[in-house]
């Protein structure tokens, strides 16, 4: 891309957004504020490090696609997700799952897991000047095959994820404190039935116990920030999630966590949008997985959809970039994984980015005069103005490809690492 066309470019638009009150030159000094969370999980379709041939099992949810390229060894993960941010503007945080460790060939099962583990990440993320966001791994084990794990009616298995999610806790507390950034750790479990179950209660029962059980410890909200994902269904657990939605919003209230809202996990017209403002009554903070539910999958790569532009539009409209930790949640394995994240991402950041060239005083004066279809045309208006532009200098000022440069990039070093992968 010419630099100097991308500046006229700017300088173009930002008189058109200065017509209609808004101030381009904030609006990216703002946008530095947007932190995405990248989940390492798309680089391997959710494999981790466990045994070297480890792969997703079970749990309700698949990676589909069988490009080649996947990262199998924690350094391949480091220089991938390296290289996803050096492709991107602003600056983002690593998400983590607890299968991520540097376990050395060991046989370090889930409830032996330790801070060691993660020393490497830590360090690494000291490195990058960023912080970590974690997740226990309730799937992909033996003790979650029959489909029960933190709900489970064995005691022996309640008790090993029990153990397991502590550790997690533990672990993110350190994370938090090392890195001095809080770190979300973000709980969510495939407890579900394929077939129309006649004891749900127990199993919800046995859930809220688990939860009281493993939150007994404090950690300070400076070190860990707790949170929890509700789902409507998985794949071969279609009668019954035992997390719901009621289940999770009930025990965040009343017990002040993070509730996580991941839009791939409600009802095909339910917007989650529109539950931020809903949900941000009751609890302190959220934690949102940004996804593209697809038929029964709920997890295609992001791009710059309606459902995307209403999330973050709800969020710069009500104020509440502070309140809402922001990360992605996709495993497409069908192309290329670097790809996959850089499309993602820059779709999030640029559905932020549209939400705040909104004239948005001029809208919400609309509203409260009952002028209706002059607040529909100038949102309709707005989507012909040349965000793309602004994005585009966005990228320029932060030293990262514009526009289609990042294909190229992607293209290169798919030749030059991902190629040579087995
Ligand atoms: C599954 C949930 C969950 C997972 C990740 C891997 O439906 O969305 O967030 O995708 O933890
Ligand atoms: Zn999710």
Not at 68 to 73: H, N, Q, V
Not at 163 to 173: F, G, L, Y
Not at 348 to 363: D, S, V
Not at 388 to 413: F, H, M
Request: charged share 30%; proline share 4%.
């Amino acid at each position: 891309m010419d630099k100097n066309q991308v500046i006229k470019a700017y300088e173009l638009a930002k008189e058109e957004y200065a017509r209609l009150g808004v101030d381009t030159d904030e609006v990216l000094k703002k946008l530095d504020q947007v932190k995405i969370s990248l989940h390492c999980w798309q680089t391997d379709d959710v494999g981790g490090f466990e045994t070297p041939d480890a792969e997703l099992g079970g749990g309700g949810i698949a990676a589909t696609g069988n490009y080649p390229g996947k990262a199998r060894t924690i350094d391949q993960l480091m220089q991938d997700i390296d290289k996803v941010m050096s492709l991107l503007p602003g600056k983002q945080r690593l998400n983590l799952h607890a299968i991520y460790g540097d376990f050395k060939g060991e046989k370090v099962d889930r409830n032996q897991i330790e801070v060691k583990h993660f020393q490497r990440w830590i360090d690494w993320a000291k490195k990058h000047a960023t912080g970590i966001d974690f997740n226990p791994t309730c799937f992909s084990h033996p003790y979650a095959d029959d489909g029960f794990t933190l709900s489970s009616k064995n005691e022996k298995y309640r008790k090993f994820w029990v153990e397991h999610v502590k550790r997690t806790r533990k672990i993110a507390a350190e994370m938090g404190r090392q890195l001095r950034t809080p770190s979300v750790n973000n709980i969510w479990i495939p407890d579900g039935s394929k077939d129309v179950p006649v004891d749900r209660n127990t199993h919800r029962s046995l859930l809220k116990k688990s939860l009281d059980e493993i939150f007994i410890e404090e950690y300070p909200r400076e070190y860990l920030k707790d949170s929890m994902e509700p789902k409507l269904f998985g794949m071969g657990l279609e009668a019954m999630t035992v997390g719901s939605a009621e289940f999770y919003l009930g025990y965040a209230v009343k017990n002040n966590k993070l509730i996580c809202l991941d839009n791939g996990h409600f009802h095909p017209t339910e917007q989650v949008g529109d539950k931020i403002s809903a949900v941000l009554q009751f609890v302190d903070e959220l934690l949102l997985h940004v996804t593209r539910p697809v038929r029964w999958d709920s997890d295609h790569v992001v791009i710059f959809n309606d459902e995307v532009q209403l999330i973050a539009q709800e969020i710069v409209r009500s104020n509440a970039l502070n309140r809402v930790n922001i990360g992605l949640d996709y495993f497409d394995a069908s192309i290329n994984r670097i790809g996959a994240y850089v499309v993602g991402v820059r779709a999030a950041q640029l559905a932020f980015l549209f939400a705040m060239l909104e004239p948005l005083e001029t809208l919400k004066k609309y509203e409260e005069e009952g002028k209706y279809f002059e607040r529909l045309a100038l949102l309709e208006i707005m989507k012909t103005k040349p965000y793309g532009a602004v994005y585009d200098y966005y990228c320029l000022t932060n030293d990262v490809p514009v526009g289609v440069d990042y294909i190229q990039e992607i293209q290169e070093y798919e030749a030059d690492f991902l190629s040579k992968r087995s």
